[in-house]
Nanobody, 121 residues
Framework: HVQLVESGGGSVQAGGSLRLSCATT????????AAWFRQAPGKQRERVAG???????TYAESVKGRFTTSQDNAKNTVNLQMNSLKPEDTAMYYC????????????????WGQGTQVTVS
């Protein structure tokens, strides 16, 4: 049974940092890819960062150079370090995972966390 639980969200001033964590259970390292999505009110859910099975990381242009995603296999977590935060980063952030072949579109992911709110003022 796959379960994803996000934590680390909160409120921060522009220019600040937050670190999100996604605790994973029921997944096997190296067999799945993971991603972070976000959804602001009235907007579509968008992918901001991801880790492929081979460890390759990818980022949306809007966060490139500011956000870093990583995997801690000892703790079974996927993390998202967010620096130089901007008000437009305000959104609910979701961790997602899939065993499928494709790991990019929202529809590729079958496992989702409940989300954690990030507010930048």
């Amino acid at each position: 049974h796959v379960q994803l639980v996000e934590s680390g969200g909160g409120s921060v001033q522009a220019g600040g940092s937050l670190r999100l964590s996604c605790a994973t259970t029921g997944v096997t390292y190296g067999s799945y890819c993971a991603a972070w999505f976000r959804q602001a009110p009235g907007k579509q859910r968008e992918r901001v960062a991801g880790i492929d099975r081979d460890g390759k990381t990818t980022y949306a242009e809007s966060v490139k150079g500011r956000f870093t995603t990583s995997q801690d296999n000892a703790k079974n977590t996927v993390n998202l370090q967010m620096n130089s935060l901007k008000p437009e980063d305000t959104a609910m952030y979701y961790c997602a995972a899939t065993y499928g072949q494709h790991c990019r579109a929202r529809s590729d992911f079958g496992y989702w966390g409940q989300g954690t709110q990030v507010t930048v003022s």
